[in-house]
């Protein structure tokens, strides 16, 4: 190298301010000093030139030797690189990258070259990004409500934080290493959901979902999962980062909601159908009453004729019929007139079981199970009879090729009030087919008012209705339980009874007979057909009748006439009510008999003022029913007086 060379070296070296570059001779001393020695080391070229550079090596690392063992490694091994503490001028501390070389001439070591470099700033850099993964690693590993994961390219997990073993039931030496698909329901598998969704993540940057997911044990939970690609410096997708969440209960307290709210929109569907389907019967009981009255009359006065005695008949059971079907639109409207009484279910249908076997023919046996010890239920015996006779001939009718029915009653708790659910006991009372079933679709709409799965002709559409009907009356409920193809149950939900309600008895077959005393009656309705009615029948057994179509009308009338004996007068009026006359008429008269008529159940007399038990008949009623009920107020009235 000549001059020239050596004079640009010395300026390249000399220029250089971000290293240390310096000659040591072959005992360690400085001979050499650049800017950039001078720079971060703090000595000037006059300071230092001829000082051992064993004083930049912190006093530790001298007093183990580490500056001899730096020469003797370049010189034996031609180099030494290693990182550590060096000191300033001003015993400050700095990390320093050092390269020793050894200088030879010939086979003679003349000395060494050094170069130091700052790396402080890099390392402190490094050590904070370390330092960040840590808390970052510890973070991940932390969350317990979180499943957060790293899944490689291929969809193998290769790392697993203490909320993925939480919720997925898996330990880390269980996991690592598997394919997450294991996470996916068979079927899931087979369609191939988990390829898809590291698709879609790879393919648009994010993949989110909620869904069934299976935890090591086999159980499902329902989980909201985020799939993100993570990619390299250069754009290549190197994993995936998956995030599961278990939300089950949030899922279920969703479901719950909807499942309120869909009970809320069918009971006001339902009360707005009961609302109407009561006003419609109740105007129908009205002219039923007066028709099926006329007509008890007619057959009374006119005598047998072979050509118009059947036709008389026969307009009598239509209107009957038509009586019938009322009850059935007051029934689901829960305005029908019940007597609650305390009733013993097993004793009640097993009463009914020859009826029973002859109503559904042959082809079907009939199965009855019961409870060896069964409280007794409270509701109308008369209306059970009714609406039993009416779960079993559905069943008869989905077991079209024969079968089994199974009368069964049980006594169950409920923890919890439920949709129509209520808590308490009740007694459970159900008829199960193995027949044909029904679909949910159809299920959810066989208490629906004419709604019928039956031909034409063949139904009316309101016998669970009715059943309905009667069971929310009673207090309880139904609920309806199909499976196509395997068949029906319904279950019929009762309240215990109370000891205020009378023991049912045998059904009484009410005699017709003429009453033996005649009576004043005022009779009380807004509608002429029907008060003209009820005067002719009330004259044509023998009683003085007095008429009134207001209540306060009937209010003139009563105080005219005290030997008035009985008021006998309809519920729903505009003005005064029928209990709200009856409470003016005993406030004038507290021992004058009143009896209402109605087809409603809903009456709301006065609290306090003893009209809870106002004698009530229903309409429509015949001529041998009002004998009847007047024969027993006045035997009523007989006992009072004594």
């Not at 059970?384 to 199974?406: F, K, Q, S, W, Y």
Request: glycine content about 10%.
């Amino acid at each position: 190298m000549n001059g020239y060379d050596d004079s640009r070296y010395r300026l390249l070296i000399e220029s250089i301010t971000d290293y240390a570059i310096y000659m040591l001779d072959a005992g360690g001393h400085v001979i050499s000093w650049n800017p950039g020695a001078e720079r971060f080391k703090g000595y000037s070229a006059g300071e230092v030139l001829g000082s051992h550079f064993s004083q930049f090596y912190t006093p530790e690392d001298r007093d183990a030797g580490r500056p001899e063992r730096a020469l003797a490694v370049a010189s034996e091994a031609g180099r030494f690189e290693a990182e550590g503490w060096r000191l300033r001028k001003d015993g400050t501390r700095f990390w320093a990258h050092v390269v020793i070389d050894p200088v030879r001439r010939g086979n003679e070591l003349v000395g060494y070259a050094k170069i130091t470099r700052d790396l402080t700033e890099q390392r402190a850099a490094e050590r904070a990004l370390r330092q960040s993964e840590e808390l970052f690693r510890i973070l991940v590993e932390g969350v317990t409500d979180y499943a957060i994961y790293m899944l490689d390219p291929g969809g193998k997990v290769i790392s697993w934080n203490a909320g993925a073993e939480r919720i997925k039931g898996y330990k880390p030496d269980e996991i690592i290493g598997e394919h997450f698909s294991r996470f996916y329901r068979p079927e899931e598998v087979g369609a191939g959901a988990p390829a898809e969704a590291l698709s879609i993540a790879r393919a648009t940057g994010h993949f989110e979902k909620e869904g069934w997911r299976l935890r090591s044990d086999g159980t499902r939970f329902w989980a909201h999962v985020v799939i993100d690609p993570i990619t390299a410096d250069d754009g290549e997708i190197i994993g995936f980062a998956k995030i599961t969440r278990d939300i089950t209960e949030r899922a279920n307290a969703q479901r719950e909601l909807e499942t309120a709210r869909e009970a809320l929109y069918q009971s006001q569907k339902m009360e707005a159908i009961g609302q109407l389907t009561g006003g419609v019967a109740h105007d129908f009981n009205n002219l039923l009453a007066a028709i099926l009255g006329s007509l008890d009359l007619l057959r009374k006065r006119l005598p047998h004729d072979p050509r118009t005695t059947p036709l008389l008949e026969n307009a009598i059971q239509g209107a009957e019929r038509g009586a019938i079907l009322t009850q059935r639109m007051l029934a689901f409207a829960r305005k029908q007139e019940l007597k609650l009484e305390a009733v013993d279910i097993p004793h009640l249908v097993r009463g009914m079981s020859e009826f029973i076997r002859r109503s559904i023919g042959p082809n079907v046996d009939v199965q009855m199970r019961f409870a060896e010890v069964l409280p007794r239920a409270q509701t109308d015996p008369y209306q059970l009879e009714t609406a039993l006779l009416n779960l079993v001939v559905n069943a008869r009718d989905a077991l079209p090729n024969g079968g089994e029915i199974a009368i069964t009653a049980d006594q169950v708790s409920v923890s919890k009030t439920e949709g129509e659910r209520r808590a308490g006991s009740f007694v459970r009372l159900s008829v199960s087919d193995n027949g044909t079933g029904m679909p949910a679709e159809i299920a959810a709409k066989v208490t629906e008012p004419f709604f019928t799965t039956k031909g034409v002709g063949k139904g009316t559409g309101l016998g669970l209705s009715m059943v309905q009907g009667l069971a929310g009356q009673s207090g309880g409920w139904i609920e309806i339980h199909s499976e196509v193809g395997k068949g029906t149950r319904i279950d019929l939900w009762l309240p215990l009874a109370t000891a205020e309600f009378p023991t049912a008895g045998s059904p009484v077959t009410e005699a017709i007979q003429e009453t033996c005393k005649r009576l004043v009656v005022l009779a009380v309705d807004d509608d002429p057909l029907v008060l003209t009615n009820t005067v002719a029948m009330l004259d044509e057994l023998g009683h003085n009748v007095l008429a009134a179509n207001s209540g306060d009308e009937a209010m003139v009338i009563f105080q005219r006439h005290p030997e008035i004996d009985l008021v006998l007068t309809d519920e729903v009026m505009p003005g005064l009510s029928g209990s709200q006359l009856a409470e003016r008429v005993r406030e004038l008269r507290p021992t004058a008999a009143v009896a209402l008529v109605s087809g409603y159940a809903d009456l709301h007399p006065t609290p306090g003022r003893g009209l809870a038990d106002l004698p009530r008949l229903a309409k429509p009623f015949t001529l041998a029913q009002l004998v009847g009920f007047i024969d027993e107020l006045a035997l009523d009235s007989h006992h009072a007086a004594h």
